[in-house]
């Protein structure tokens, strides 16, 4: 992964000047066959960390889920490649690739791959400054 502009990113995931620039192509692909190796079939990496914005990259293999859990702020969900079911208590949602799926804080969802997956989740996180 090209990362330009943050020096500090592997340690902090900080943003350490006044921007920083993902090339997600190589990082999706290496999470991608990380989730199909893993027993849980799902991988992470955050790649910002700062006050209250998290942006992680989330790579789930064919039947791998989430279990039903929820957000202290707002999420949105940005399907790079697969298809997924999110579901939540008003009913499920099939996003795939280019789609984006932008969830209110609080709001229980569970997650499930119908193939293999990656996407970004950003949320802005509730009481840090």
Request: cysteine-free.
């Amino acid at each position: 992964m090209t990362i330009e502009g943050a020096r500090t990113y592997l340690k902090t995931h900080k943003i350490s000047r006044k921007q920083v620039h993902f090339r997600l192509r190589e990082e999706l692909e290496a999470q991608l066959e990380r989730a199909r190796e893993a027993r849980a079939g799902r991988t992470s990496k955050t790649l910002v960390k700062e006050g209250p914005l998290r942006i992680t990259l989330v790579a789930l293999r064919k039947g791998a889920q989430m279990t039903k859990h929820h957000v202290d702020g707002q999420a949105s969900t940005h399907v790079l490649r697969g298809w997924l079911t999110i579901g939540t208590e008003r009913g499920a949602t099939e996003p795939s690739g280019g789609d984006v799926l932008v969830l209110n804080r609080g709001v229980e969802h569970a997650v499930s791959a119908r193939s293999d997956s990656a996407f970004l989740i950003t949320m802005a996180w509730r009481g840090e400054k």
